[in-house]
């Protein structure tokens, strides 16, 4: 494998380590065609996955017959069907697809076939996007490293000896490695943004209910988002353009217009950042945090105020906590969502030989299917919600939550944007805390509360740590609905380095 210098360790071929922006004007334009470029990033993940296993299935010749038919298409003189027409993408397993499994990392799913696709699926495949496969991620969104895929973990290209981060280390590890330019992850606490910062790539958790949820395999549905990721702030916004926007079938969808983030990420690529009011979370920029993240995040600091922004910190103090409602709240949802997955209706099915009742084939079916993190969280949430102590955990973490909400709101009275490191560390050593739910949890410290909040979220590259020589991200937080900020603060931000 080749380990480029930063901004990522991308692949050999030139076309897999292009921009999607920059894949999409030559296909469009006719210079290469879909075919050659799904090709190349096949022959990628072909050369680098046995080592990085951010794949759980590689759909090959599917890939290639959508990237023929957009060529077809094009070649016709039709317009392209979106502005990513042709540029092909990694999808997390989570969202159903009818032609490939859908696994979400369990053995519970393996194998298993939906009849329909996620809206976000039907979207990329209307806007023309080749699907490269499905990628890992720890079983039903529950973890911060892919070490709780029932299918093993994802390494980072970084580093193979470390974690790319979860629970969407499959899509980010592949983007950060050249087998894919852009992705699909979902971010109930983190697991888009914070992968994005241990691979040095760009993550965004869009505003809740702004992306359908549709079809994407519920871990906690009021947290639950999925949003893009790819190597640049600008491909990270044309993916969300194709993907945002009201869908009849979620509940939750907010009926409102999409904000032009591809406008902002090309506004924000002046790098001009003057009249712009950001402000440094005070409960994240503090010790504890491995020093080389903190002295990357001050000098992201410095940089945004070398390009005019007006920095100032704010507090927010009841992000600490975030922690403790998101592991209530979380697993209770959890619970009630993954009752489904009882051996009868989806999926793995054990003990029905006969000599047992329906109950027991349901329990041996989930004793056999489910990991150990996802049975921690069912019955912490099944204790949580029930009579006696739902007031005292459940109850009481919902208010905790209206309480970070009301902090976010304070904040963004005197900012426009707030920021603070995406994690507390980099890159850890697979296996270092997988024996330590605690440990793993705390990594999530940062990225937590906007979920909590239901606001968006975006990690993009900050560098290397000093000490550890790995990637560190930034995180800029927006008000809900004003997700553009995100990226022509971003896009200024990455501008700004170079
Ligand atoms: N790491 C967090 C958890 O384990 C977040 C997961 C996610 O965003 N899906 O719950």
Known sequence: MTFNTYLAPVGTGDLTGMTAAELAEKIHSREISSTEVTRAHLDRIAEVDGQLHAFLHVAEDRALAAAEAVDKALDAGEKPASALAGVPLALKDVFTTTDMPTTCGS????????????????????????????????????????????????????????????????????????????????????????????????????????????????????????????????????????????????????DKPVPDVVAAAKKGADGNLKGVRVGVVKQFDRDGYQKGVLDNFH???????????????????????????????????????????????????????????????????????????????????????????????????????????????????????????????TAFKLGEKVDDPLAMYNFDLCTLPLNLAGVCGMSLPAGLAEDTNLPVGLQIMAPAFADDRLYSVGAAFEAGRG
């Not at 988002?225 to 194709?242: M, N, S």
């Open 107 to 254: 053995k519970m799913l393996e194998g298993y076939l939906s009849p329909y696709d996620a809206t976000v699926t039907k979207r990329i495949r209307q806007a023309g996007i080749p699907i490269l496969g499905k990628t890992n991620m720890d079983e039903f969104a529950m973890g911060s490293s892919t070490e709780n895929s029932a299918y093993g973990p994802t390494k980072n290209p970084w580093d193979t000896t470390r974690t790319a981060g979860g629970s969407g280390g499959g899509s980010s590890a592949a983007i950060a490695s050249g087998e894919a330019p852009i992705g699909i992850g979902t971010d109930t606490g983190g697991s888009i943004r914070q992968p994005a910062a241990l691979t040095a790539t760009v993550g965004v958790k869009p505003t809740y209910g702004t992306v359908s949820r549709y079809g994407l395999v519920a871990c906690a549905s009021s947290l639950d988002q999925g949003g893009p990721t790819a190597r640049t702030v600008l491909d990270t916004a044309l993916l969300h353009q194709v993907i945002a926007g009201h869908d009849s079938y979620d509940a939750t969808s907010v």
């Open 299 to 425: 000098a992201a600091v410095k940089q945004l105020t070398d390009q005019g922004a007006e920095v100032v910190e704010v507090d927010c103090p009841h992000f600490d906590d975030a922690l403790a409602a998101y592991y209530l709240i979380l697993p209770c949802e959890v619970s009630s969502n993954l009752a489904r997955f009882d051996g009868m209706r989806y999926g793995l099915r054990d003990g029905d030989d006969g000599h047992h009742s329906a109950e027991e084939v349901m329990a041996i079916s989930r004793a056999k299917g489910f990991g150990p993190e996802v049975k921690r969280r069912i019955i912490l949430g099944t204790y949580a919600l029930s009579v006696g102590y739902y007031d005292a955990y459940y109850l009481q973490a919902q208010r905790v939550r209206t309480l970070i909400a009301q902090d976010f709101a304070a904040a963004y009275e005197t900012c426009d944007v707030l920021v603070s490191p995406t994690t507390p560390t």
